[in-house]
């Protein structure tokens, strides 16, 4: 009866390991989201070698809604919702504005918002944090980097992760790169100099194939293709490293490369309510 018992065992491990490798992948689509506009009016302020003198830009301000299964996960939150409908244009111009918030295009492809189980954050410059609040129930991931320098900054900049930072919310301090789902299909790369814990996003879809997601690591496609970047980085060193690491992935993976910031860049992805699958 032992060896009989061992047997059996035996073979209801064979039969659950064939049946977990039988089991199909989770479905992971990619929505685009609109989540502002910048106006620059001095683009020098993106270069630390005075490359673009005299030019101005309109920067997009993306974020990203991604569907692993039954889980939903925001990448970046854009900005905060007091910009809604402020003019970058005319008397009372502003330099930031929001036409749309996050929760508005959730409604319309049926995600209520506290669906979000996941925020994840690539930097904490309030670009890509403005309305992070809007899903106190999900898990926030960030870079440990970038913790500590908002634990330390005497400034408001971590006002809108304070849920996470100093509340009750659900805090992961990312150290290095991050498989979220640990099946390779979402992973955060570290990317840093931008700030200390810049983060992109590398997310494999079963058609379109890998789309990486820069965070900062670049700002629009003259600022990569020529590897320049903002004065106030924190690190020039590091963020030539993560443009270079960058290129390397893009290259090795054949990957979509998606700068967050550049309009011409971010219609590789379909407009919304269409998903890249």
């Given amino acids: 009866m032992r060896y009989r018992a061992a047997f059996v065992t035996i073979l209801l491990a064979i039969a659950t390991a064939a049946s977990a490798q039988a089991a199909p992948n989770p479905e992971v689509r990619l929505w685009r989201l609109d989540c502002g506009q910048i106006k620059v009016d001095d683009l020098n302020d993106f270069s630390d070698t005075f490359a ?99 634990r330390h900054s005497a400034t408001s900049i971590g006002k809108p992760l304070e849920h996470w930072l100093n509340g009750p919310g659900k805090l992961e301090e990312v150290v290095g790169d991050k498989d979220v789902f640990e099946d390779g299909s979402v992973n955060m790369l570290y990317l840093p100099g931008h700030t200390p814990g810049h983060h992109g996003l590398l997310v494999k879809l079963p058609r379109m194939g890998y789309v990486l997601l820069s965070g900062d690591a670049a700002h629009f496609r003259e600022n990569y293709d020529k590897d320049g970047l903002p004065a106030w980085n924190s690190d020039r060193s590091q963020t030539l490293a993560s443009i270079h690491r960058i290129k390397e992935i893009v290259k090795n993976l054949g990957a979509t490369f998606v700068i967050q910031h550049e309009p011409d860049d971010i219609k590789k992805l379909p407009a919304f309510p269409e998903s890249a699958r």
């Fill in 52 to 150: 673009y003198s005299g030019r101005s830009k309109r920067l997009a301000a993306s974020c990203y809604l991604i569907k692993h299964g039954a889980t939903y996960m925001l990448w970046d939150t854009g900005l905060a919702e007091s910009t809604l409908g402020q003019a970058l244009d005319g008397k009372d111009a502003k330099d930031e504005t929001l036409s749309v918030t996050i929760v508005q295009q959730l409604k319309l492809i049926g995600v209520d918002p506290a669906q979000i189980s996941i925020v994840g954050i690539s930097h904490y410059h309030d670009d890509h944090t403005g309305q992070a609040a809007r899903f106190p129930g999900a898990r926030l991931l960030i870079g440990k980097g970038d913790v500590e320098e908002l």
